[in-house]
Protein backbone atom coordinates (compact mmCIF):
# COMPACT_ATOMS: atom_id res chain seq x y z
CA UNK A 1 0.00 0.00 0.00
CA UNK A 2 1.11 3.99 -0.91
CA UNK A 3 1.76 5.36 2.30
CA UNK A 4 0.20 9.12 2.34
CA UNK A 5 0.67 12.02 3.81
CA UNK A 6 -1.60 15.12 3.94
CA UNK A 7 -3.79 17.27 6.20
CA UNK A 8 -7.22 17.74 6.90
CA UNK A 9 -8.67 21.24 5.77
CA UNK A 10 -12.23 22.70 6.29
CA UNK A 11 -15.16 21.66 3.54
CA UNK A 12 -15.53 25.28 3.58
CA UNK A 13 -11.91 26.59 2.67
CA UNK A 14 -12.10 23.92 -0.01
CA UNK A 15 -15.17 24.91 -2.04
CA UNK A 16 -14.08 26.43 -4.75
CA UNK A 17 -12.37 23.44 -5.74
CA UNK A 18 -14.70 20.97 -4.93
CA UNK A 19 -17.59 22.36 -6.90
CA UNK A 20 -17.58 23.79 -10.42
CA UNK A 21 -16.70 27.21 -11.68
CA UNK A 22 -19.60 27.83 -13.45
CA UNK A 23 -21.80 27.09 -10.15
CA UNK A 24 -18.93 29.34 -7.85
CA UNK A 25 -19.04 32.03 -10.07
CA UNK A 26 -22.86 32.06 -10.05
CA UNK A 27 -22.81 32.23 -5.93
CA UNK A 28 -20.47 35.25 -5.82
CA UNK A 29 -22.33 36.83 -8.50
CA UNK A 30 -25.48 36.08 -6.12
CA UNK A 31 -23.94 37.10 -2.63
CA UNK A 32 -22.96 40.35 -4.94
CA UNK A 33 -26.44 41.26 -5.79
CA UNK A 34 -27.45 40.91 -2.08
CA UNK A 35 -24.71 42.98 -1.07
CA UNK A 36 -25.66 45.94 -3.36
CA UNK A 37 -28.97 45.91 -1.66
CA UNK A 38 -27.79 45.52 2.16
CA UNK A 39 -26.60 42.28 2.42
CA UNK A 40 -29.00 38.60 2.23
CA UNK A 41 -28.89 39.08 6.26
CA UNK A 42 -30.83 42.50 5.76
CA UNK A 43 -33.03 41.67 3.04
CA UNK A 44 -34.41 38.56 4.86
CA UNK A 45 -35.27 40.33 7.74
CA UNK A 46 -36.95 43.04 6.33
CA UNK A 47 -39.24 40.52 4.15
CA UNK A 48 -39.36 38.70 7.20
CA UNK A 49 -40.77 41.40 9.14
CA UNK A 50 -43.00 42.69 6.24
CA UNK A 51 -44.84 39.32 5.64
CA UNK A 52 -45.31 39.38 9.75
CA UNK A 53 -47.00 42.62 9.35
CA UNK A 54 -49.07 41.36 6.24
CA UNK A 55 -50.45 38.59 8.32
CA UNK A 56 -51.40 40.40 11.28
CA UNK A 57 -53.21 42.27 9.59
CA UNK A 58 -54.72 40.33 7.20
CA UNK A 59 -55.98 37.89 9.98
CA UNK A 60 -55.29 39.76 12.63
CA UNK A 61 -58.33 39.15 15.33
CA UNK A 62 -59.48 42.50 16.03
CA UNK A 63 -59.27 44.94 13.04
CA UNK A 64 -58.31 42.97 9.71
CA UNK A 65 -57.45 45.19 7.16
CA UNK A 66 -58.50 43.24 3.81
CA UNK A 67 -56.98 45.62 1.21
CA UNK A 68 -53.21 45.00 2.28
CA UNK A 69 -51.12 43.71 -0.42
CA UNK A 70 -48.89 41.18 0.30
CA UNK A 71 -44.70 41.48 0.34
CA UNK A 72 -42.69 40.76 -2.49
CA UNK A 73 -39.99 38.67 -1.53
CA UNK A 74 -36.85 40.55 -3.05
CA UNK A 75 -35.33 38.56 -6.27
CA UNK A 76 -31.92 38.78 -4.45
CA UNK A 77 -32.83 36.17 -1.89
CA UNK A 78 -34.66 34.24 -4.83
CA UNK A 79 -31.37 33.88 -6.97
CA UNK A 80 -29.12 32.96 -3.80
CA UNK A 81 -30.82 30.39 -2.73
CA UNK A 82 -31.53 28.90 -6.39
CA UNK A 83 -27.36 29.34 -6.25
CA UNK A 84 -27.13 27.77 -2.94
CA UNK A 85 -29.21 24.44 -3.86
CA UNK A 86 -26.92 24.11 -6.66
CA UNK A 87 -23.76 24.64 -4.34
CA UNK A 88 -25.41 21.68 -2.34
CA UNK A 89 -26.01 19.23 -5.08
CA UNK A 90 -22.67 19.36 -6.24
CA UNK A 91 -21.14 19.47 -2.29
CA UNK A 92 -23.45 15.90 -1.57
CA UNK A 93 -22.02 14.43 -5.06
CA UNK A 94 -18.66 14.59 -3.68
CA UNK A 95 -18.68 13.77 -0.37
CA UNK A 96 -20.73 10.60 -1.40
CA UNK A 97 -18.09 10.14 -4.27
CA UNK A 98 -15.28 7.96 -2.21
CA UNK A 99 -13.07 9.99 -3.73
CA UNK A 100 -11.28 11.32 -0.27
CA UNK A 101 -11.72 10.74 3.00
CA UNK A 102 -14.79 13.46 5.19
CA UNK A 103 -14.91 13.65 8.69
CA UNK A 104 -17.01 16.01 11.12
CA UNK A 105 -16.85 17.24 14.70
CA UNK A 106 -19.56 15.86 17.02
CA UNK A 107 -19.78 17.99 20.22
CA UNK A 108 -21.59 15.54 21.77
CA UNK A 109 -18.67 13.12 22.09
CA UNK A 110 -16.13 15.75 21.55
CA UNK A 111 -14.65 13.58 18.80
CA UNK A 112 -14.25 13.42 15.06
CA UNK A 113 -16.01 10.67 13.32
CA UNK A 114 -15.35 9.74 9.87
CA UNK A 115 -18.85 7.77 8.43
CA UNK A 116 -19.04 6.23 5.37
CA UNK A 117 -19.14 8.11 2.18
CA UNK A 118 -22.85 6.92 1.93
CA UNK A 119 -23.25 8.88 5.14
CA UNK A 120 -23.99 12.21 3.47
CA UNK A 121 -26.21 11.11 0.48
CA UNK A 122 -29.42 11.67 2.32
CA UNK A 123 -28.30 14.92 4.32
CA UNK A 124 -30.29 18.45 3.82
CA UNK A 125 -29.18 21.81 4.30
CA UNK A 126 -30.44 24.39 6.73
CA UNK A 127 -29.57 27.68 7.43
CA UNK A 128 -29.69 29.94 10.76
CA UNK A 129 -30.67 33.56 10.47
CA UNK A 130 -27.36 35.90 12.02
CA UNK A 131 -28.71 39.04 12.97
CA UNK A 132 -25.13 40.61 11.48
CA UNK A 133 -24.43 40.78 7.77
CA UNK A 134 -21.27 37.97 7.19
CA UNK A 135 -18.27 39.81 5.43
CA UNK A 136 -17.93 37.37 2.54
CA UNK A 137 -19.86 34.10 1.04
CA UNK A 138 -17.94 31.93 2.81
CA UNK A 139 -18.84 33.29 5.73
CA UNK A 140 -22.46 33.44 4.97
CA UNK A 141 -22.48 29.96 3.81
CA UNK A 142 -20.41 28.65 7.28
CA UNK A 143 -23.85 29.58 9.03
CA UNK A 144 -24.94 26.58 7.36
CA UNK A 145 -25.76 22.95 9.40
CA UNK A 146 -26.49 19.84 7.67
CA UNK A 147 -28.53 17.31 8.82
CA UNK A 148 -28.40 13.25 8.20
CA UNK A 149 -30.42 11.26 10.22
CA UNK A 150 -29.13 12.34 13.56
CA UNK A 151 -31.06 14.34 15.83
CA UNK A 152 -28.34 17.28 16.22
CA UNK A 153 -26.91 18.89 13.01
CA UNK A 154 -23.56 19.46 11.76
CA UNK A 155 -22.08 23.24 11.26
CA UNK A 156 -20.50 22.87 7.91
CA UNK A 157 -18.05 24.86 9.18
CA UNK A 158 -16.91 21.74 11.03
CA UNK A 159 -16.81 19.29 8.13
CA UNK A 160 -13.44 18.47 7.11
CA UNK A 161 -11.75 16.54 4.12
CA UNK A 162 -8.63 14.67 4.14
CA UNK A 163 -6.35 16.16 1.42
CA UNK A 164 -3.35 13.55 0.69
CA UNK A 165 0.06 14.60 -0.22
CA UNK A 166 2.06 11.39 -2.05
CA UNK A 167 5.11 11.25 -0.62
CA UNK A 168 8.25 11.65 -3.45
CA UNK A 169 8.87 7.67 -3.32
CA UNK A 170 5.15 6.59 -4.04
CA UNK A 171 4.21 9.52 -6.53
CA UNK A 172 2.81 8.77 -9.65
CA UNK A 173 2.81 11.98 -11.02
CA UNK A 174 6.66 12.54 -12.04
CA UNK A 175 8.12 16.33 -10.75
CA UNK A 176 9.95 18.49 -12.85
CA UNK A 177 13.36 18.03 -12.28
CA UNK A 178 12.61 14.97 -9.41
CA UNK A 179 12.49 11.50 -9.30
CA UNK A 180 8.62 9.58 -9.78
CA UNK A 181 7.10 7.35 -12.66
CA UNK A 182 5.64 9.15 -15.67
CA UNK A 183 2.28 10.39 -15.32
CA UNK A 184 -1.13 8.42 -15.68
CA UNK A 185 -2.57 7.96 -19.00
CA UNK A 186 -5.80 9.60 -17.96
CA UNK A 187 -3.88 12.64 -17.14
CA UNK A 188 -1.90 12.87 -20.30
CA UNK A 189 -4.90 12.34 -22.20
CA UNK A 190 -6.94 15.03 -20.35
CA UNK A 191 -3.92 17.62 -20.87
CA UNK A 192 -3.65 16.51 -24.78
CA UNK A 193 -7.67 17.09 -25.04
CA UNK A 194 -7.85 20.31 -23.00
CA UNK A 195 -5.14 21.49 -24.67
CA UNK A 196 -6.74 20.91 -28.45
CA UNK A 197 -9.95 22.55 -26.55
CA UNK A 198 -7.91 25.39 -25.77
CA UNK A 199 -5.89 26.11 -28.99
CA UNK A 200 -9.74 26.27 -30.76
CA UNK A 201 -11.31 28.57 -27.82
CA UNK A 202 -8.37 30.77 -27.07
CA UNK A 203 -6.73 30.55 -23.56
CA UNK A 204 -7.18 32.72 -20.83
CA UNK A 205 -11.95 31.79 -20.67
CA UNK A 206 -12.35 35.15 -20.96
CA UNK A 207 -16.42 34.58 -20.61
CA UNK A 208 -18.16 33.54 -17.43
CA UNK A 209 -18.72 29.50 -17.37
CA UNK A 210 -15.87 28.67 -20.20
CA UNK A 211 -13.41 26.67 -17.98
CA UNK A 212 -16.36 24.80 -16.50
CA UNK A 213 -17.18 24.08 -20.93
CA UNK A 214 -13.60 23.31 -20.78
CA UNK A 215 -13.69 20.83 -18.22
CA UNK A 216 -17.20 18.82 -19.15
CA UNK A 217 -15.56 18.52 -22.82
CA UNK A 218 -12.16 17.00 -21.41
CA UNK A 219 -14.58 14.74 -18.68
CA UNK A 220 -16.60 13.78 -21.80
CA UNK A 221 -13.53 13.00 -23.33
CA UNK A 222 -12.36 10.65 -20.88
CA UNK A 223 -15.66 8.68 -20.54
CA UNK A 224 -15.30 7.86 -24.06
CA UNK A 225 -12.72 6.18 -23.10
CA UNK A 226 -13.75 4.43 -20.23
CA UNK A 227 -11.46 6.73 -18.07
CA UNK A 228 -12.44 8.57 -15.03
CA UNK A 229 -10.77 11.69 -13.38
CA UNK A 230 -11.85 13.47 -10.28
CA UNK A 231 -12.71 16.63 -10.98
CA UNK A 232 -10.71 18.30 -9.42
CA UNK A 233 -7.46 16.82 -10.90
CA UNK A 234 -8.98 17.81 -14.50
CA UNK A 235 -9.81 21.56 -13.21
CA UNK A 236 -5.77 21.77 -12.30
CA UNK A 237 -5.15 20.22 -15.59
CA UNK A 238 -7.21 22.67 -17.13
CA UNK A 239 -6.17 25.65 -15.34
CA UNK A 240 -2.41 24.59 -15.95
CA UNK A 241 -2.94 24.08 -19.94
CA UNK A 242 -4.35 27.29 -20.07
CA UNK A 243 -1.69 29.02 -18.10
CA UNK A 244 0.96 27.16 -20.47
CA UNK A 245 -0.55 28.12 -23.68
CA UNK A 246 -0.66 31.74 -22.34
CA UNK A 247 3.06 31.54 -21.34
CA UNK A 248 3.73 30.13 -25.27
CA UNK A 249 1.48 32.80 -27.29
CA UNK A 250 3.25 35.44 -25.08
CA UNK A 251 6.44 34.03 -26.29
CA UNK A 252 5.74 33.89 -29.77
CA UNK A 253 4.25 37.15 -29.82
CA UNK A 254 7.35 38.93 -28.05
CA UNK A 255 9.31 36.80 -30.63
CA UNK A 256 7.39 38.55 -33.50
CA UNK A 257 7.86 41.85 -31.97
CA UNK A 258 11.63 41.37 -31.65
CA UNK A 259 11.77 40.20 -35.29
CA UNK A 260 9.68 43.08 -36.30
CA UNK A 261 11.74 45.58 -34.79
CA UNK A 262 14.75 44.05 -36.33
CA UNK A 263 13.48 44.11 -39.65
CA UNK A 264 12.35 48.09 -39.09
CA UNK A 265 16.20 48.90 -38.02
CA UNK A 266 17.19 47.00 -40.99
CA UNK A 267 15.33 49.07 -43.30
CA UNK A 268 15.97 52.71 -41.37
CA UNK A 269 19.92 51.77 -41.38
CA UNK A 270 19.66 50.77 -45.54
CA UNK A 271 18.48 53.92 -46.43
Request: charged share 30%; hydrophobic share 35%; glycine share 8%.
Amino acid sequence: MEETTGKWVGLIDALPEIVSAEVWDQCRAAWEACQAKGGYSTLAREFGEADLAYNAGVYGSTSPARNMRPPVRPPELDGMDAVVSLLQGEIVTFLCSDIERVRFYRSRQDDYQTPPNEFWRLCSFRRLNPRTEQASFEDFFRSYQVRCGMPDRIPVGLIQIFRAEETAASSSVKKPGGPGRPEKAETTFARSVARAWLEYEGEGFPQRGDQKKCEDYVLDELAKKGWKLVVSTVRTVVKEESAKLAAENQSENQKAEKEKARKSANNWNGH
